[in-house]
């Protein structure tokens, strides 16, 4: 059991990181710092279907892959990543872990909580605050993504369960 959950939590590492990947080669190039963010949902099935920790390492494994592969490691895109998912995370758990908000809700939330993070990483690396001024822009443009990714995770999730349901019947 312990190898069929490696090898799943394996693919869906390498679906996020294809998405990822992907969507930052074909981003909102003329809008900094702003993605659809679908490898979010694979996120959030592993919140919702697995664990915290799966989830957790799954989310930072991307953002190390995702970086090594773009060439973007160790860069300011890079910390904007790892703090924006570590942020995005770790909210979400928090919202979750009361089960009184939707998923819909949650990843507008943790969509929310990636650009404060970004933003946060992008305050340290310049030594300057004034990259705050731009939240009420990424805040906007992240409820946005966060209702679509929400949606979409909604529906993976309920294929998710018809998958395996049809499976062990």
């Not at 928090?94 to 990843?107: A, H, R």
């Not at 822009?137 to 929400?150: D, H």
């Amino acid at each position: 059991m312990r190898l069929k959950k490696t090898l799943f939590l394996s693919m869906l590492l390498a679906i996020s990181v294809v998405l990822a990947a992907v969507e930052s080669l074909i981003g909102f190039n003329h809008i900094p710092g702003v993605k659809l963010g679908l490898a979010n949902v694979i996120i959030v099935l592993l919140l919702y279907e697995f664990s915290f920790k799966d989830a957790f390492i799954i989310s930072i494994l991307r953002v190390f892959i995702v970086s090594f592969i773009l060439g973007k490691f160790l860069m300011p895109q890079f910390y904007m990543s790892l703090f924006g998912a570590f942020f995005s995370i770790l909210i979400m758990l928090i919202l979750k872990k009361g089960n009184k908000f939707s998923i819909i809700f949650i990843s507008c939330i943790g969509s929310l909580f990636h650009s404060i993070g970004q933003l946060f990483a992008l305050s340290l690396f310049f030594n300057e605050m004034l990259t705050f001024y731009y939240l009420p822009i990424m805040g906007m443009l992240s409820m946005i993504t966060g209702i679509v990714i929400g949606l979409i995770a909604k529906r993976v999730i309920l294929h998710y369960h018809a998958f395996f349901n049809n499976i062990e019947n």
